[in-house]
């Protein structure tokens, strides 16, 4: 058990560039989670896939974010047109889901974004 | 409207005593409640979870309760040491899903 890595750790960009970030979650973990964390606040849900199919999305994303997990392995999330308001650390989070679906998330260390 | 509240001010306690945090919630059934502990600059990490038929949960020096009733989990560290300093989130699964929604967090300094 490698745990969750994401990549890069840090990410600096002006605004208007698109970002990307990878997560690569625990090898048998069938789901896979992003969060959003802001400084004082909990992490915030974005989006959740269950191998390769996207299961839900934050009704709070805008359009500028998409993630893809191709062959139900790692994930991206990219951020197009980045604004300075989309500054936070982006969690990765892997679980072994199945019913009745209350097994712990494994968090990466995240990829703090900041958007000048 | 579903809220998940926990004392947003931080927690100041002394070496040795017991830490307890709140985690209140409002228009959720959750079937169970999980206890995260998250260090500054890292990813939250796992502590305990307990489930709605449950009323305390132990492992070491943690103890959790849940009230359905009250709406409220309570985290109790006994004999709390400086190495116990971070931030503790609670979480609950608002639809059966997996899915976790967070609260805000509480930060526990234990000082020596």
């Known amino acids: 058990d490698t745990g969750v890595s994401q990549d890069p750790r840090h990410k600096i960009t002006k605004r208007g560039q698109n970002v990307t970030f990878r997560c690569d979650p625990i090898?048998?973990?069938?789901?896979l989670y992003w969060y959003r964390q802001t400084l004082g606040q909990g992490p915030e849900f974005l989006t959740y896939?269950?191998?390769?199919?996207?299961?839900?999305k934050s009704r709070l994303l805008s359009d500028r974010f998409s993630a893809e997990r191709p062959k139900g392995s790692f994930s991206t999330l990219e951020i197009q047109r980045t604004e300075q308001g989309d500054s936070a650390m982006y969690l990765c989070?892997?679980?072994?889901?199945?019913?009745?679906?209350?097994?712990?998330?494994?968090f990466g260390n995240g990829t703090r974004l900041t958007v000048t | 409207s579903q809220k998940i509240e926990q004392n947003s001010e931080a927690l100041n306690i002394q070496e040795g005593k017991t830490a307890t945090l709140t985690c209140n919630y409002t228009?959720?059934?959750?079937?169970?409640l999980q206890w995260y502990r998250q260090d500054p600059g890292r990813g939250p990490v796992f502590l305990l979870l307990?489930?709605?038929?449950?009323k305390e949960k132990r492992k070491e020096r943690l103890k959790v309760t849940f009230d359905t009733t009250l709406k409220q989990s309570l985290f109790h560290i006994t004999a709390s040491q400086p190495a116990d300093s971070a931030t503790y989130l609670c979480?609950?699964?608002?639809?059966?899903?997996?899915?976790?929604?967070f609260g805000q967090g509480t930060t526990l300094q234990v000082k020596p």
């Open positions: 989070a892997s679980s072994l889901g199945q019913a009745p679906y209350n097994s712990p998330l494994h």
């Open positions: 090898s048998e973990h069938n789901r």
């Open positions: 896939f269950q191998n390769e199919a996207q299961l839900e």
């Open positions: 228009n959720y059934s959750p079937a169970y």
């Open positions: 307990i489930r709605e038929n449950e």
């Open positions: 979480a609950l699964d608002s639809s059966n899903t997996g899915k976790l929604i």
